[in-house]
Every structure is written in C-alpha cells, then in structure tokens.
C-alpha cells in the first residue's frame, strides 16, 4: 500500500471516528428534547459506517492501526 493510501485511511478512520463521538454525545444531550430521534438516527448512522470501516478492514486483512479508530468499538461505544 502506498504512504497515500495509508495516509488517507489513517485520516479517514480518525475524522470518522472523532464524528462518531460527537454523534453520541449529541445523542445523549438530546435526551427528553424535539431533536432525540434526529440524533439517535445520526448516531446510527455513525455505528453503521464504522461498523463497515472495520469489517471492510478486516476481510481485506489490513492492521486496525491504519484506521487511526483506537478507543472505538463501534458495539460498545455507539450502541450501548
């Protein structure tokens, strides 16, 4: 894999992963408000593209580390 490829996933991961956290935390301050299920939706969304990220990253063999998504388990941490 080239240092362009690699670098664009490194970038990719961690933009997704830092986008992730900001849905759940706006889930979670949602809460008993008009804009909860637009919330909940948007952090389901984020569970969904990880969840992919990480299986795609998987089948294709390539390192975890190069997704740049460490501290982030999609189950864990977008479902729970």
């Known amino acids: 894999m080239s240092d362009v490829h690699k670098n664009y996933l490194l970038d990719l991961g ?3 992963r830092q986008k992730a ?3 759940k935390q706006s ?3 949602a809460k008993g408000t008009d804009d909860e299920a637009y919330q909940l939706a948007r952090k389901m969304v ?3 593209v990880m969840s992919l990220l ?3 990253a998987e089948s294709f063999r ?3 580390e190069d ?3 460490e501290g982030l388990d999609p ?3 977008l479902i729970a």
Request: glycine share 4%; proline share 4%.
């Open 46 to 48: 984020y569970y969904g």
């Open 62 to 64: 390539l390192p975890i």
């Open 21 to 23: 956290f900001e849905a």
């Open 75 to 77: 189950d864990r941490d």
């Open 14 to 16: 961690y933009l997704l």
């Open 54 to 56: 990480v299986q795609e």
């Open 67 to 69: 997704l740049h998504r």
């Open 27 to 29: 889930a979670w301050a």
